[in-house]
């Protein structure tokens, strides 16, 4: 376990050489000072992802010290459309822009990553015999709960949501569940296989004897999923629906439960994934939606909160909803990668030196952070610091499809109540680490494809096999290499505080860790869990990618925090109102985390540009 960690980054290098995978060489270079070099292909990139180093330092300085990006350079590019930010809903900007346009309207995405996609993005590992792919963020497509204008998107990409959903074997570890007690925090390694957080594990009660609780505990949790008794019996009905949208879940299971706090706790992390907010600061009727355990307590007032199957119906990629930005970009730039199409995408290799070419009429450029948008003269004038140079550019049109925290910060000319809107929106911050191990021997010899850990920073480890559509067909025998994925959230420093709060204390607390803490975390949880079935961290981990999200899933409003608006006085409607030739898009301006909402946004403040 303490033996030297192997350095990845240069495992994988040095594979891909080996591999003859390295991209071509005789691409075409952009103008000088936006090329990529043409063996950055950033999808294969491990170690420290997601809000990676290099691409928030200028954003900070802008927001949090005020630092001014005065004197930029003008460049004498003219655009059509300048979309800052190249997520899902960026990318569908551009797209239905020349619908509406022209086809051969001149556009410019800028984005501060390295790679497009937003938290579409995909990490792709070349450290064993054949591909192995994962997503880094967005991964479901809810396409149950999609508007027809959405699903004729998707359809006209290419994408056939039926078709995949008939292909998915995925279910995030829970067909072969367990729960793992770690050392650290329970002072013994215990794994219960067939524990589910999400039901009443009927078939596993007995196992609830070796759970590191007390006999109080023990006896009062096996009750609680034993008894079908009706907590809410006799209350009157404004009471009922208090308790259900106005007590928080932890409340529920101490108050009407009779669980003891010890007990509580180990429900703490079961929504992080989910949800980004941990059950105390959840309704019951939030909680209950996300399958954590309460409706065989509440009679009939179930039917109004529990979890909807069909709503649960979802379509998948292998490398998440990066499939989406993926098809995007190939539509707007054809030359990185002529032959890409729906059915093959999946592994197609994108030419990233093709993004930023100057004899196209669709550009990407990457590492670019937009720190000024201004309506000037029926046109806008955009400033964005790349490789420390500030560079400023003008357009018709801008669509900012970047997080609503930081358009008050680049566009100072929008009203202070659109502003104070705009700050609201406190993202999520979430964790995603995927981890490539040799084989899942030990995972099958354990008879677990996943476990939840109560007392661990990621609330749960689980293979990323069984999505195998788009062109992904990874043979799977026991001595292949398969993707683990860690999930989850950091635990907010402080519970005691409003909602905004925790999120921003967690936000910072994911910024101040570095990749070795992570590379460690994952190292402890491996040995601990799997090193009894045979798993040497030493041997068997053969790559480290941490997605970190310290913007992550955009706020929805919570029973507990947050009013009911009138419509039109909520504050993503407030925030998204266009200015002269800019107008606003990112989820953020549905103020809903998915990805149907991102392109929503787009479709709407395209429409908006006159
Ligand atoms: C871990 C995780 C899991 C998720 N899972 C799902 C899921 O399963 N299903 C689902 O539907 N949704 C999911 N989501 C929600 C996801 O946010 C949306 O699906 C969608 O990808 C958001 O797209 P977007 O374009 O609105 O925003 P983003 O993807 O955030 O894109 C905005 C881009 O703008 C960039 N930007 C910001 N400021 C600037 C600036 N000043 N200059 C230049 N660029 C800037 C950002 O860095 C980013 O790249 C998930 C999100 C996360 C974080």
New binding site residues.
């Given amino acids: 376990m303490n033996k030297g960690i192997a350095r990845r980054d240069f495992l994988q290098a040095t594979v891909l050489t080996s591999l003859g995978l390295m991209l071509p060489t005789s691409c075409d270079f952009g103008s000088k000072d936006n090329e990529s070099p043409t063996n950055d292909y950033p999808p294969l990139k491990t170690g420290m992802r997601g809000s990676h180093d290099g691409?928030y330092e200028t954003?900070h300085a802008l927001a949090r010290q005020g630092v001014q990006f005065g004197n930029p350079t003008d460049s004498n590019e003219f655009y059509d459309l300048v979309v800052?930010?190249?997520?899902?809903?960026?990318l569908t900007a551009a797209y239905e822009y020349r619908k509406k346009f022209g086809a051969d309207s001149k556009i410019l995405i800028?984005?501060?990553?390295d790679d497009f996609g937003?938290?579409?993005k995909r990490n792709e590992f070349n450290q064993s015999s054949s591909t192995r792919l994962s997503w880094a963020?967005?991964?479901?497509?809810?396409y149950t709960s999609f508007s027809k204008s959405v699903l004729d998107f998707i359809a006209e990409l290419g994408i056939d949501v039926n078709a995949l959903h008939k292909k998915i074997e995925f279910k995030y570890g829970n067909d072969k569940p367990a729960i793992w007690f770690d050392e650290d925090s329970y002072g013994e390694n215990i794994l219960i296989p067939g524990f589910s957080m999400y039901g009443r594990n009927e078939d596993v009660l007995d196992q609830i004897d070796k759970f590191p609780l007390s006999e109080q505990g023990i006896k009062a949790l096996k009750a609680f999923y034993v008894k079908d008794d009706n907590v809410l019996e006799g209350l009157p009905e404004k009471e009922i629906e208090r308790v259900l949208y106005k007590t928080s879940y932890t409340d529920f299971l101490e108050q009407y439960c009779q669980l003891p706090k010890e007990v509580i706790e180990i429900f703490i992390k079961a929504t992080d994934g989910y949800w980004g907010v941990q059950p105390h600061s959840l309704s019951v009727a939030e909680a209950v939606s996300a399958w954590l355990p309460g409706a065989h307590r509440m009679g009939d007032s179930a039917t109004q909160v529990a979890g909807n199957e069909e709503s649960e119906e979802v379509a998948m990629f292998p490398d998440g909803?990066a499939t989406i930005a993926r098809l995007l970009v190939c539509s707007l730039i054809p030359d990185i990668c002529p032959e890409a199409n729906a059915k093959t995408i999946a592994m197609a290799k994108l030419d990233y030196s093709k993004l930023d070419l100057s004899n196209s009429s669709t550009k990407i450029r990457l590492s670019?952070?937009?720190v000024k948008v201004k309506n000037e003269d029926n046109k806008v004038a955009v400033t964005?610091v790349r490789n420390g140079k500030t560079m400023r550019i003008r357009s018709k049109h801008s669509v900012l499809?970047?997080?609503h925290s930081?358009i008050p910060h680049?566009c100072p000319e929008l009203p202070s109540d659109q502003k104070k809107a705009q700050q609201y929106q406190v993202k999520h911050p979430?964790l995603?680490t995927n981890v490539l191990v040799k084989n899942s021997k030990a995972l099958d010899k354990l008879g677990i494809s996943g476990a939840y850990c109560p007392g661990r920073m990621h609330a749960k480890v689980f293979m990323t096999k069984g999505v195998n559509t788009v062109g992904y067909q990874p043979d799977y025998d026991e001595d292949e290499a398969v993707p683990l994925m860690f999930w989850g959230m950091m635990e907010p420093p402080e519970r005691d505080v409003h909602i905004h709060d925790q999120l921003r204390g967690a936000r910072m607390m994911l910024l101040q860790k570095k990749f070795q803490d992570f590379e460690r975390e994952v190292r402890t949880v491996l040995d601990g869990l799997l090193g009894p079935a045979g798993f040497d961290v030493t041997e068997d981990i053969l790559a480290i990618t941490v997605n970190r999200?310290p913007h992550?899933?955009?706020y929805g409003y919570l029973d507990l925090w947050d009013e009911k608006y009138n419509a039109g006085e909520a504050p993503h409607e407030i925030a998204r109102q266009p200015i002269g030739n800019i107008s606003i898009a990112?989820?953020d301006a549905a103020a809903s985390?998915?990805?149907?909402s991102?392109i929503e946004e787009a479709f709407r403040a395209v429409n908006e540009l006159k």
């Fill in positions: 691409s954003a800052v930010g190249a997520g899902i809903s960026g800028l984005d501060n990553h937003g938290h579409a963020g967005t991964m479901n497509l809810e909803n670019s952070t937009v964005y499809a970047c997080y930081i680049i979430m995603v999200w992550g899933y955009s990112n989820c985390a998915y990805s149907q991102a």
